[in-house]
């Protein structure tokens, strides 16, 4: 998110703004905006295409997003050269990378 948008997003939090589901997709609040009558074939077709996924995978690149923005860049990288061994071969090799 742009520091612009995110002193949006601030004002909206602290002033309790409603804003419409567009605002909030420019925003980046939300993946995408879809209309109603569309909302249960969009969300199967997402899960479908998550499902032939690798779950590891999936559950290493949340963590990754999850806690990436939390710490330096270093113990970013140790992080991320972690994931690649989890993912390649399909363990832990190291104390520096946690899926929990």
């Given at each position: 998110?742009?520091?612009?948008?995110?002193?949006?997003?601030?004002?909206?939090?602290?002033?309790?703004?409603?804003?419409d589901?567009?605002?909030s997709?420019?925003?980046?609040?939300?993946?995408?905006?879809?209309?109603?009558?569309?909302?249960?074939?969009?969300?199967?077709?997402?899960?479908?295409?998550?499902?032939?996924?690798?779950?590891?995978?999936?559950?290493?690149?949340?963590?990754?997003?999850?806690?990436?923005?939390?710490?330096?860049?270093?113990?970013?990288?140790?992080?991320?050269?972690?994931?690649?061994?989890?993912?390649?071969?399909?363990?832990?090799?190291?104390?520096?990378?946690?899926?929990?």
């Amino acid at each position: 998110m742009e520091p612009k948008d995110l002193t949006k997003v601030k004002g909206l939090i602290f002033t309790g703004k409603m804003i419409d589901a567009k605002t909030s997709e420019q925003l980046g609040l939300v993946n995408v905006v879809i209309p109603k009558e569309n909302f249960r074939e969009t969300v199967r077709r997402f899960a479908l295409e998550l499902a032939q996924k690798a779950p590891i995978a999936l559950k290493v690149a949340k963590t990754l997003i999850n806690k990436g923005s939390e710490i330096g860049l270093d113990a970013a990288i140790t992080m991320e050269r972690e994931a690649f061994s989890v993912i390649l071969h399909g363990r832990l090799s190291g104390r520096s990378f946690s899926l929990h």
